[in-house]
């Protein structure tokens, strides 16, 4: 073996322990930021006052039931009707319901800031990769948590998706069969794209336009493509945007990302710069 590649086998043990012992530092600094403790401030927003809570089910179930009587079964047929071409165009738009569009990417750059975030950085180095950590973090939970409680909840429901057994029957249900084609409601598109709209805008406002256009063509396209009933399409909306706002107050509650003034509004706390960003990724570029 060559002097070179002695060298190469001695030196990548020390540089893989060196990436290794970063990743557990940095995950142990971000999971005491989610073991931190309430700060005790007064509930965001006024909405978990139990009255408002009551009402808001009431108006949420009612409107549950006309959609589930009215318009359910109408909208599957309407959809059968359809030309092909709408219905191959939403086929396209409906992939980018899946949560791993998102959850990948945003857990793939959480990895990377684990792994290169050190000494060399400096402290305003570390500053903004921990700010942008926090932010990923976020976001990864405000679509993952609504996610996996809807895909839990939508096999113990066991709604039959549309057409199956050949029929548009919208009451027709097996729970706890574990099937996918008992598993319609609520929608697991829907919620995706209503928590990453909520979860979006909240950081971003002036995304805001964007992302609730992106969360109603998904959810138009679970029913275009006859994969989902109109009433799915509503539960997982309701899902997905309280979830999101529920992960949004847990963090608000902490300081993290968001904050809770003395009226109980949340508030966006300030990120770092694009120019700080940048300054950090050439200071990444030139190590």
Partial sequence: MSTSGDLKAYCRPAWLRLVARRGRENLAVWAGWLRRASLGRSRP?????????????????AGLTLVVMSLDAWAIRAALASPPGVRALFEVVTDFGRSGWILWPVGIVLLGIGLVTGPSLGRLGAAVMASLAVRLTFIFAAIAVPGLFTAIVKRLIGRARPLVEGGVDPFRYDPFVWKAAYASLPSGHTTTAFSAAVAIGALWPQTRPYVWVYAVLIAISRVAVTAHHPSDVLVGAVVGTIGALLIRDWFANRRLVFAVDVTGRIRRLPGPSWDRIKTVVRRLGGA
């Fill in 45 to 61: 927003h006024r909405w978990y006052r139990p009255s408002r809570i009551a009402v808001s089910a009431a108006i949420v179930l």
